[in-house]
């Protein structure tokens, strides 16, 4: 068995290349834990941190407000270091008051748009975010009204840069094409991972990010970002089965592939897909969700982690055959 030497497995940069996930902060993950993680987070280099307007309303006693409350009070304790953060939020997929359903949605329309990005400038004790999604896709509104309103709030200097979440390849090339050249949404974020489901699962209401998306999103130079990239926890833990959809037997053969190369470089299966996810020959940023300042310490180390060709190579091969 061939490791990878201390010399390769760390690769040096400004940053560990993922984004921290902070969707139970607040609520699952309480405040004193999510602080830790957040100072751990920012001591080991990873500086792009990821939220949301809704997160979590689904857990018993959530508002949706908690996430970004939560990122609110460790910028009010560290002002000085707002700027080095790059913060991503997203508006659309907010309940209405006194709903608890995205079938009543706040939606992406431009007063609504406006209204969710100043609510959640105020709970993140910032005066704009560095990324805006549109969470969701809002068709009771025109693509031009969302792009241009989102586009009003970049010229305003309240967001500095826009995304989209959970389109599909259809919709996100009338998006391109209602952008323009140069305009409209410049990352992309969907689920995405190594194994990936069935085609006839049901994973509402996210979108997959498969290849008709990441074949638009190269053509245009869209970033893509995968949430969801470890399945929680499938990959590592007895106790979580795999999501329903991913039982299939190209998965087992996914992976036996994926073992076999987590033993070959010395990471667990869950490291072993978020190192391969930066290094694809069209890379996708891990959006890692933690509940622990180690587990935040194994993500580091993972997204740091090279794979050597041969590996990667392995990974492609079984994933895509059929």
Not at 206 to 214: F, G, M, S, T, Y
Not at 263 to 268: E, F, R, S, T
Not at 276 to 305: C, F, H, I, N
Request: aromatic share 6%; with cysteine; glycine share 8%.
């Amino acid at each position: 068995m061939v490791r990878v030497t201390s010399d390769d497995q760390v690769t040096r940069g400004a940053q560990p290349r993922m984004t921290l996930g902070t969707m139970y902060f607040g609520t699952t993950v309480p405040q004193d834990v999510a602080e830790r993680i957040l100072d751990e987070a920012y001591d080991s280099g990873v500086r792009s941190w990821d939220t949301a307007n809704n997160y979590a309303f689904w857990v018993r006693g959530g508002s949706g407000d908690e996430s970004e409350q939560c990122l609110g009070r460790w910028f009010r304790r560290h002002p000085e270091r707002r700027d080095e953060i790059s913060l991503a939020t997203k508006v659309g997929a907010r309940p209405r008051p006194g709903a608890r359903d995205l079938d009543e949605a706040l939606g992406l329309s431009p007063a609504a748009i406006d209204s969710q990005l100043r609510a959640s400038l105020r709970r993140s004790a910032a005066d704009h975010v560095d990324l805006l999604y549109a969470h969701i896709d809002d068709t009771t509104v025109p693509l031009a009204d969302t792009l241009g309103a989102m586009e009003e709030l970049r010229q305003a200097g309240l967001v500095r840069r826009i995304g989209a979440s959970n389109l599909t390849a259809s919709r996100l090339r009338t998006a391109i094409e209602v952008g323009g050249h140069g305009g409209g949404y410049r990352f992309l974020q969907q689920r995405f991972s190594y194994l990936w489901p069935a085609a006839d699962a049901d994973i509402a209401p996210h979108v997959l990010l498969d290849e008709a998306v990441v074949a638009e999103c190269s053509a245009a130079g869209i970033a893509m970002l995968g949430y969801s990239p470890l399945l929680s926890g499938a990959y590592t833990r007895a106790d979580r089965p795999l999501p329903s959809g991913y039982a299939t037997q190209h998965c087992n053969a996914m992976l036996q592939s994926l073992a076999d190369v987590a033993a070959w470089v010395g990471l667990d299966m869950g490291q072993t897909v978020l190192a391969w996810m930066g290094q694809r020959s069209t890379p996708v940023w891990p959006v890692v969700g933690v509940s622990t300042p180690e587990q935040l310490r194994s993500a580091v180390t993972a997204v740091e982690t090279r794979l050597p060709d041969d590996a990667l190579a392995a990974l492609d091969a079984a994933r895509m055959e059929q």
